[in-house]
């Protein structure tokens, strides 16, 4: 299918880009490579697209605060390769790694991957077991959220994702993904930190969205993190948490995410030792 009609603006500021988001039907394209796909197929709709791929602002990834701030426009292929974020958030530099092919990975941003709504995507879940917040730009101003609660409510209308604020691990960090072997999206994809305080746990594919599992992180809080350990922590959750999709039933994806999140613990633990 060919394109619907829709206008097209290039705003030259983050302002001006909130003015056209005021548009009823206004979409912001940055990488595309979900919007431009759905408006062929008919799956998204848009009036008017909001082009800010130029806009410097939302460009790059800095040390601020102990931790990093990556730029929403931060290719994926530029995430998965960075030394700061390998050195300090390994975890999402993975979850950038597995997104798509090479391809996808050189156009998709880090803003677009966490803003896709409808279907499991990487970086949020490697954003929650990393404790980040997600800056916004809208019509109040720029505010920040923690990723939990960006991954429950997503992009607010009007708003547009500008930055992710990650704390620095070091290495202790790590992502496993089984993908769909059609879309590449995550059949389930596990992300974890071991902290102080134990370890943070979170999950995508198997659950309704990405999310931190807090009676896991309970469970396994002191270790030992063997895979006999992790699979009996995620044995004790509600059956209702999994949910079933693309063939697989509610079980079998359970004992996916506990295998996924026992090799993402294995690693971390390795870089702790």
Excluded at 60 to 73: F, K, P, V
Excluded at 122 to 150: I, K, M, Q
């Amino acid at each position: 299918m060919i394109l619907t009609d829709f206008y097209y603006a290039r705003p030259a500021a983050v302002d001006e880009a909130l003015a056209l988001l005021a548009t009823p039907g206004a979409r912001v394209l940055a990488g595309g490579q979900s919007l431009l796909p759905g408006l062929r197929t008919g799956a998204e709709r848009a009036r008017l697209l909001v082009d800010v791929r130029h806009l410097e602002e939302l460009r790059g990834t800095t040390r601020s605060g102990g931790g990093l701030r990556i730029g929403a426009l931060t290719t994926l292929a530029e995430l998965a390769a960075h030394p700061l974020v390998l050195a300090g958030a390994p975890e999402l530099a993975a979850a950038a790694r597995a997104n798509g092919d090479p391809q996808v990975r050189n156009l998709g941003t880090a803003g677009g991957n966490l803003a896709a709504t409808g279907r499991a995507t990487d970086l949020p879940v490697a954003a929650l077991a990393a404790d980040a917040r997600v800056e916004l730009a809208g019509p109040g101003g720029r505010v920040t959220v923690g990723a939990e609660r960006f991954a429950a409510s997503g992009v607010p209308d009007g708003s547009v994702v500008t930055a992710l604020l990650v704390p620095a691990a070091g290495p202790a960090a790590a992502f496993e993904k089984a993908a769909d072997r059609a879309t590449r999206y995550p059949l389930c994809a596990a992300a974890v930190r071991i902290t102080p305080d134990g370890p943070r746990i979170a999950v995508t594919g198997a659950t309704p969205r990405a999310q931190r599992l807090r009676g896991v992180e309970e469970r396994l809080r002191g270790g030992p993190y063997t895979t006999e350990a992790v699979l009996a922590a995620f044995r004790a959750e509600p059956r209702e948490l999994f949910v079933p999709g693309r063939g697989t039933s509610a079980e079998y994806l359970g004992h996916l995410a506990g295998v996924l999140t026992a090799r993402a613990l294995a690693r971390a633990a390795l870089t702790t030792t």
